[in-house]
């Protein structure tokens, strides 16, 4: 099973003089389980892509098939594939709004129409899977600090159970061990349920050290889409679109043109290590 | 006395219930005492809720001690009738761009701070010229800031504070929505304005990397100064920096490692060709 993005476009005030081409031909298959990480510079269509994934926005021309059913088709229920692809916002800290955390985590399941005693289980379970404090259940979400608001907000979706989880930018504005917390999480969930999950990142760092897969859009299109070492191994090319590669990159790349014999691909500072451990061997 | 000076700072916030009950009392800033020279970088690090943000609220007196005294260019933030100056001297620009935005027009925008001091006409329009050129956005004056991308977003109000001419900028977490080119242009544009304007800035921020050139870093924790210092002092501290739930740029972490490991490099590595050449030291 898997969703299938066919020759998919998409136009902003199509038939205006304002048409902006936002996607373009966009061909991708995701498997079932894989981590996807999604980078691009501001405005190149990423937040886009992502709200076609679960029918949020129409694409102008072409099809998304999920699971082998086309979304587009008019007996497709719409509204059943919000529930298994998840959508989680920038800042969805900003979405929180009843009075504790433990009801606002409930408010999905409940809408999907739920016996009370499922939606309060998944809720639950959904905050006890994303590390949030069981002391905190019955706080005001707007007590809280940012990791935990961020946490709480995560939790929500989660509850709802999808099939796909995806986090457009999930660690802005977390510190580092915030982020890394949290990012940890996602990445255990997905190794213990084999969700898929699609991670929209400015963080370079970050994207190569918990994905699979890499895909690189740029105007619209997609301009790379490959593991992380293929792709950072592009670092000049991402660097003309606005983006960069992980330290670690530049660092390797830098010790092998002062003649260090050393592999370039590497992206984590572990393997970093190991490489740089092995060249002085 | 230095541009920017604390003693003793406090700042609690009072927590109250749906009644409006007190239920208790958050001291965010917790007997804070500094002094930052004119002409400074300083870059304040620390974890979420740690009192960065409460602590550079003090200094253009968007808040006010609750004990204590903050003096920016000499002048009491707790006094009214000092507060116009110190929003003169001291600028802050905030994490979300669009939120500080207001003009239709470029350079409109960084018109208006000058402006609303009463600043003569012509001398607006020269103040505007300078700051976007100092920033780098002089070609985008005439656009609409909607269709910048947010590194430009956040140039422009950097340069609409820097047309108050004012003798320090703070700048809150101004990378935290931005991609990696529109982070790498902010944090250039705000390195010129203290090399060359010789503005003092007090960076805060959560990526490490932004911090290697400042001249001293001051971290927070618990509303307290946990640790001060150069970058270099400061970053060779790698297991102190994970307990206060910090990191150190990537180059850093990977010498660190390799030191682990049983390479001998110098501590407090914080650039690419300073692990390189320590690296080349060690093969010869």
């Given at each position: 099973?898997?969703?299938?993005?066919?020759?998919?476009?998409?136009?902003?005030?199509?038939?205006?003089?304002?048409?902006?081409?936002?996607?373009?031909?966009?061909?991708?298959?995701?498997?079932?389980?894989?981590?996807?990480?999604?980078?691009?510079?501001?405005g190149?269509?990423?937040?886009?892509?992502?709200?076609?994934?679960?029918?949020?926005?129409?694409?102008?021309?072409?099809?998304?098939?999920?699971?082998?059913?086309?979304?587009?088709?008019?007996?497709?229920?719409?509204?059943?594939?919000?529930?298994?692809?998840?959508?989680?916002f920038?800042?969805?800290?900003?979405?929180?709004?009843?009075v504790?955390?433990?009801s606002?985590?409930?408010?999905?399941?409940?809408?999907?129409?739920?016996?009370?005693?499922?939606?309060?289980?998944?809720?639950?379970?959904?905050?006890?899977?994303?590390?949030f404090p069981?002391?905190?259940?019955?706080?005001?979400?707007?007590?809280?600090?940012?990791?935990?608001?961020?946490?709480?907000?995560?939790?929500?979706?989660?509850?709802?159970?999808?099939?796909?989880?995806?986090?457009d930018?999930?660690?802005?504005?977390?510190?580092?061990k915030?982020?890394?917390?949290i990012?940890?999480?996602?990445?255990e969930?997905?190794?213990?349920?084999?969700?898929?999950?699609?991670?929209?990142?400015?963080?370079?760092?970050?994207?190569?050290?918990?994905?699979?897969?890499?895909?690189?859009?740029?105007?619209?299109?997609?301009?790379?889409?490959?593991?992380?070492?293929?792709?950072?191994?592009?670092?000049?090319e991402?660097?003309?679109?606005?983006?960069?590669?992980?330290?670690?990159?530049?660092?390797?790349?830098?010790?092998?043109?002062?003649?260090?014999?050393?592999?370039?691909?590497?992206?984590?500072?572990?393997?970093a290590?190991?490489?740089?451990?092995?060249?002085?061997? | 006395?230095?541009?920017?000076?604390?003693?003793?700072?406090?700042?609690?916030?009072?927590?109250?219930?749906?009644?409006?009950?007190?239920?208790?009392?958050?001291?965010?800033?917790?007997?804070?005492?500094?002094?930052?020279?004119?002409?400074?970088?300083?870059?304040?690090?620390?974890?979420?809720g740690?009192?960065?943000?409460?602590?550079?609220?003090?200094?253009?007196a968007?808040?006010?001690?609750?004990?204590?005294?903050v003096?920016?260019?000499?002048?009491?933030?707790?006094?009214e009738e000092?507060?116009?100056?110190?929003?003169?001297?001291?600028?802050?620009?905030?994490?979300?761009?669009?939120n500080?935005?207001?003009?239709?027009?470029?350079?409109?925008?960084?018109?208006f701070?000058?402006?609303?001091?009463?600043?003569?006409?012509?001398?607006?329009?020269?103040?505007?010229?300078?700051?976007?050129?100092?920033?780098?956005?002089?070609?985008?004056?005439?656009h609409?800031?909607?269709?910048?991308?947010?590194?430009?977003?956040?140039?422009?109000?950097?340069?609409?504070v820097?047309?108050?001419?004012?003798?320090?900028?703070?700048?809150?977490?101004?990378?935290?929505?931005?991609?990696?080119?529109?982070?790498?242009?902010?944090?250039?544009?705000?390195?010129?304005?203290?090399?060359?304007?010789?503005?003092?800035?007090?960076?805060?921020?959560?990526?490490?990397?932004?911090?290697?050139?400042?001249?001293?870093?001051?971290?927070?924790?618990?509303?307290?100064i946990?640790?001060?210092?150069t970058?270099?002092?400061?970053?060779?501290q790698v297991?102190?920096?994970?307990?206060?739930?910090?990191?150190?740029?990537?180059?850093?972490?990977?010498?660190?490692?390799?030191?682990?490991?049983?390479?001998?490099?110098?501590?407090?590595?914080?650039?690419?060709?300073?692990?390189?050449?320590?690296?080349?030291?060690?093969?010869?």
């Amino acid at each position: 099973m898997s969703i299938i993005l066919d020759h998919v476009n998409y136009i902003y005030g199509e038939d205006t003089p304002q048409a902006v081409h936002a996607l373009k031909d966009i061909c991708l298959q995701i498997p079932d389980g894989q981590f996807v990480g999604v980078i691009g510079h501001t405005g190149s269509g990423k937040s886009t892509l992502m709200q076609h994934m679960n029918g949020l926005v129409r694409a102008t021309s072409g099809h998304i098939y999920y699971n082998g059913q086309d979304i587009y088709d008019a007996d497709y229920d719409l509204k059943a594939l919000r529930g298994k692809v998840g959508l989680v916002f920038q800042y969805p800290e900003h979405q929180l709004f009843e009075v504790d955390v433990f009801s606002d985590v409930c408010y999905g399941p409940k809408n999907l129409g739920l016996d009370k005693k499922e939606v309060e289980l998944r809720a639950f379970d959904a905050l006890r899977k994303v590390g949030f404090p069981q002391e905190l259940f019955y706080q005001s979400p707007f007590e809280l600090s940012g990791g935990q608001k961020r946490r709480a907000a995560i939790a929500g979706v989660l509850a709802m159970k999808p099939e796909v989880l995806i986090l457009d930018e999930p660690t802005a504005g977390l510190d580092p061990k915030g982020r890394d917390e949290i990012l940890d999480q996602i990445k255990e969930l997905q190794t213990q349920t084999g969700m898929t999950v699609l991670l929209v990142s400015h963080s370079m760092e970050d994207v190569a050290e918990y994905v699979d897969r890499i895909i690189v859009m740029n105007q619209g299109s997609v301009l790379f889409d490959d593991t992380p070492h293929q792709v950072f191994a592009h670092y000049k090319e991402l660097e003309e679109v606005g983006l960069a590669a992980p330290q670690v990159t530049y660092i390797m790349n830098a010790l092998k043109e002062n003649g260090f014999c050393v592999d370039t691909s590497v992206t984590t500072i572990k393997e970093a290590a190991d490489e740089i451990m092995r060249a002085f061997q | 006395m230095g541009i920017i000076k604390t003693k003793n700072l406090v700042y609690e916030y009072i927590r109250r219930d749906e009644e409006g009950n007190v239920e208790g009392i958050t001291t965010a800033v917790d007997k804070v005492s500094l002094n930052v020279k004119a002409g400074e970088f300083i870059a304040v690090l620390g974890h979420n809720g740690s009192g960065k943000s409460t602590l550079a609220k003090h200094i253009n007196a968007i808040l006010s001690p609750t004990e204590g005294t903050v003096w920016v260019d000499g002048k009491d933030t707790a006094k009214e009738e000092n507060l116009w100056e110190i929003r003169q001297t001291a600028g802050m620009v905030f994490q979300n761009p669009d939120n500080q935005i207001i003009g239709q027009v470029v350079e409109e925008d960084v018109g208006f701070g000058p402006e609303n001091l009463g600043v003569p006409t012509k001398e607006i329009w020269e103040r505007v010229e300078e700051s976007l050129k100092a920033v780098g956005m002089y070609a985008y004056r005439k656009h609409s800031p909607n269709k910048l991308s947010g590194g430009q977003k956040q140039r422009v109000s950097i340069a609409g504070v820097m047309a108050m001419h004012p003798k320090c900028i703070i700048l809150d977490e101004p990378t935290a929505m931005l991609d990696p080119n529109g982070r790498k242009d902010v944090i250039r544009a705000a390195r010129a304005l203290n090399d060359v304007e010789k503005i003092t800035i007090v960076l805060i921020t959560h990526y490490m990397e932004e911090t290697i050139y400042a001249d001293r870093i001051f971290v927070m924790d618990q509303g307290r100064i946990a640790m001060e210092g150069t970058p270099r002092e400061v970053f060779s501290q790698v297991e102190r920096l994970k307990e206060l739930r910090l990191d150190v740029p990537q180059v850093t972490l990977l010498a660190h490692e390799l030191q682990k490991r049983g390479l001998r490099l110098p501590k407090g590595i914080l650039t690419t060709e300073e692990l390189v050449e320590a690296l080349k030291c060690l093969s010869y």
